[in-house]
């Protein structure tokens, strides 16, 4: 079936500095991927919607400038969270999905960060 | 307002038994897809069973089935002789679309946590 292929799997970085997570669709093409942040215990929370090759769409509360989101083809978006604090670490997935309401949404494994 | 609600934060059930989690949604959209997930601890998501809000039959997928009951809008989940394997973290999710395709989200409900008693 379909893959999508998220890595890191795992980062440890140093506050201040900016860490790049890649989200790759391997066998179709992911013209919208959603971005969530889930905290232990906690539910899938959405931060962004990236449609290829325009801007992304933040959810209330997402600072654009700080989560920067690149959708530059069908099958690569990635998420950079930049000068990164404590409070950033965090588990983060992404899912690629087509252009229909109910084409197949496929989920990367997640990248736990953690900032210290 | 919330736009998935799951009430139930933790069920338990005896192997083989049948369990059902709930879920509501809201929406004012007459197109939307409704997702069921499962996340172990390992933190995957895995896909269960979708159901259209245009499809007339209720979607199984083999133990899986989705109670969808649209008037209500409910869409819960049933899963038949469960297994231990089955314990794990269980998302609701709708997928909406805007009336001119002008919006595009899929947003998850807050969790129902499974666990299967041998």
């Known amino acids: 079936g379909a893959v999508v292929s998220q890595h890191p799997s795992r980062v440890i970085c140093k506050s201040g500095t900016s860490v790049k997570i890649e989200c790759r669709s391997l066998?179709?093409?992911?013209?919208?991927m959603f971005w969530y942040r889930q905290f232990p215990k906690q539910s899938l929370m959405l931060m962004a919607t990236?449609?290829?090759?325009?801007?992304?769409?933040?959810e209330q509360g997402v600072e654009k400038d700080k989560f920067l989101i690149n959708h530059a083809s069908l099958t690569l978006s990635t998420l950079t969270v930049t000068s990164a604090h404590p409070e950033d670490s965090s588990f983060y997935i992404c899912?690629?999905?087509?252009?229909?309401?109910?084409?197949?949404?496929?989920f990367g494994n997640g990248t736990r960060l953690t900032v210290t | 307002a919330q736009k998935i609600t799951q009430t139930q934060p933790g069920m338990f059930v005896q192997e083989k038994e049948a369990v059902t989690l709930d879920c509501t949604y809201d929406?004012?959209?007459?197109?939307?897809?409704l997702f069921w997930y499962k996340q172990p601890s390992s933190g995957e998501m895995i896909f269960l069973i979708y159901?259209?809000?245009?499809?007339?039959q209720n979607a199984t997928e083999g133990r899986y089935s989705l109670n969808f009951q649209k008037a209500r809008k409910s869409a819960n989940l049933v899963i038949s002789a469960s297994q231990l394997g089955d314990s794990a973290m269980y998302f609701c999710?709708?997928?909406?679309?805007?009336?001119?395709?002008?919006?595009?989200?899929?947003?998850f409900g807050a969790g129902t946590r499974l666990a299967v008693h041998p």
């Open positions: 899912s690629a999905t087509g252009d229909r309401v109910n084409s197949p949404l496929h």
């Open positions: 066998d179709f093409q992911a013209t919208t």
């Open positions: 990236s449609n290829e090759g325009s801007k992304a769409t933040y």
């Open positions: 929406t004012s959209d007459q197109s939307y897809g």
């Open positions: 159901q259209g809000s245009y499809d007339e």
């Open positions: 999710a709708m997928r909406e679309w805007g009336l001119s395709g002008g919006y595009n989200k899929l947003i």
